[in-house]
C-alpha cells in the first residue's frame, strides 16, 4: 500500500482540482470526499495538502476566499480557475497515457 500511496502523492495537485471542477470547496471537505471515494485506503496529511493548496495558488489554477459564518466556523475555500481546469485536463491526459504504457508493460493490457 505504501507504493500506491506514494504514487497518488505525486499526483495531489491534480486530485484536489479534480474535486474542486465540481465545486469550491476547503481542506477538510476535500479530505473527507478522498477518504470516502478510497474507502479509507487513501488520506493526504494536512502539511500536503495545504502546501499544494499553496502551489496551485501561486500557479493561478486556484483562488482563495472566506466563506460565510453561516454553517459555523468561517473556513477558507477554494475555487479552480481557468488556468487550473486547463492543468487537470493535461495532467489527467497524461495520467492516461501513463496508465496504458504501464499496462502494455506489465502484461495487463491485450493491446
Do not use: P
Not at 471542477?21 to 495538502?49: H, M, P, V
Not at 493561478?60 to 492543468?87: D, F, H, M, P, V
Amino acid at each position: 500500500m505504501l507504493i500506491i500511496s506514494d504514487v497518488l502523492r505525486g499526483h495531489t495537485e491534480t486530485i484536489i482540482l479534480a474535486h474542486l471542477i465540481n465545486k469550491d470547496s476547503y481542506g477538510y471537505e476535500i479530505n473527507k470526499a478522498i477518504q470516502e471515494k478510497t474507502q479509507g485506503s487513501f488520506e493526504l496529511k494536512e502539511a500536503t495538502l495545504y502546501t499544494a493548496f499553496r502551489r496551485l495558488e501561486q500557479a493561478g489554477c486556484i483562488i482563495s476566499y472566506w466563506g460565510g459564518e453561516e454553517t459555523g466556523a468561517r473556513r477558507r475555500y477554494y475555487a479552480i480557475t481557468e488556468n487550473g481546469k486547463q492543468l487537470y485536463a493535461e495532467n489527467k491526459t497524461d495520467w492516461e497515457k501513463a496508465k496504458q504504457l504501464i499496462d502494455k508493460l506489465t502484461g495487463a493490457c491485450t493491446n
